[in-house]
């Protein structure tokens, strides 16, 4: 568990799953920035490779939900996918491109960890787990990185590219914790089925992070647990329902708002 501890950091973290995907939206460097100012100890978000292989942080497979844009984000090559508005969903804001991992790996401060979710079948194949690897030793923040999935292939294929990355598996049904991975995420009502899951994953090494991302009428139970982190769509109210503080105000880019 050591490899997933963060210096100065009080668990339970708070991971902020996608951003501030509640003020800002979701996997933009707005919605990352806020979080961080929220108090966030953990960023998470998501991965999809370019045509041109390229790293993103977007949740989809296709654009069409999360920007103005339609199709696959594997068939754009990284200049046409950040012609596209991230930021469509609210049109108060300025125009926003989908972010590249290696900045928001630029943005993040020396404090906070990182929780990168893979989505694209791309990260079951070798190459791309070891560029996933090198760009964040390049970075600098592999050392407080964890990679994230619902599919123990992305995982295994991490795992033998990069033993040293800490892996975390997401799961909907399974009541126990699974051997391979330092962090299990279940489905939060798996923790209400099986009140020692998060005892037997401690006894196993692993540290546990609900996937529940409106925690805050759970978190008395959670903290009785002693779970690791929460998920949290909006980690400024999660920041303050834990007795936490943070700047609460955005670490605002120019033009962020559209001036009226």
């Not at 294929?157 to 699974?178: E, M, V, W």
């Not at 009502?189 to 006894?203: M, S």
Request: hydrophobic share 35%; net charge negative; proline share 8%.
């Amino acid at each position: 568990m050591d490899r997933l501890y963060l210096p100065g950091r009080v668990k339970p973290y708070v991971m902020a799953h996608r951003g501030n995907r509640v003020r800002y939206p979701e996997n933009t460097l707005t919605a990352f920035r806020q979080a961080i100012a929220d108090g966030a100890d953990i960023i998470e978000t998501d991965l999809h490779l370019t045509s041109d292989g390229e790293i993103v942080c977007i949740h989809d497979g296709t654009v069409d939900r999360t920007t103005d844009g339609t199709g696959r984000v594997d068939s754009m090559t990284l200049a046409e996918l950040r012609s596209l508005n991230a930021a469509a969903a609210m049109p108060a804001l300025d125009p926003e491109p989908v972010p590249t991992l290696a900045e928001l790996a630029a943005l993040i401060p020396s404090e906070v960890g990182l929780a990168l979710e893979l989505k694209s079948e791309e990260f079951t194949k070798p190459w791309r787990a070891l560029q996933l690897s090198e760009l964040l030793h390049d970075r600098e923040v592999h050392d407080r990185s964890v990679v994230l999935s619902f599919d123990r292939r992305h995982l295994q294929t991490i795992r033998r590219a990069d033993p040293d990355l800490p892996t975390g598996l997401i799961t909907l049904s399974k009541p126990y914790p699974l051997d391979g991975v330092e962090m299990m995420g279940p489905f939060w009502p798996i923790l209400f089925l099986n009140p020692v899951y998060v005892w037997w994953a401690h006894r196993r090494g692993q540290l546990v992070c609900p996937l529940d991302p409106a925690p805050e009428p759970r978190l008395w139970y959670y903290r009785l647990l002693g779970c690791d982190a929460v998920l949290s769509d909006d980690p400024g109210t999660t920041c303050r329902a834990l007795g936490r503080g943070g700047s609460g105000r955005t670490s605002k880019p120019e033009k962020t708002i559209k001036e009226q």
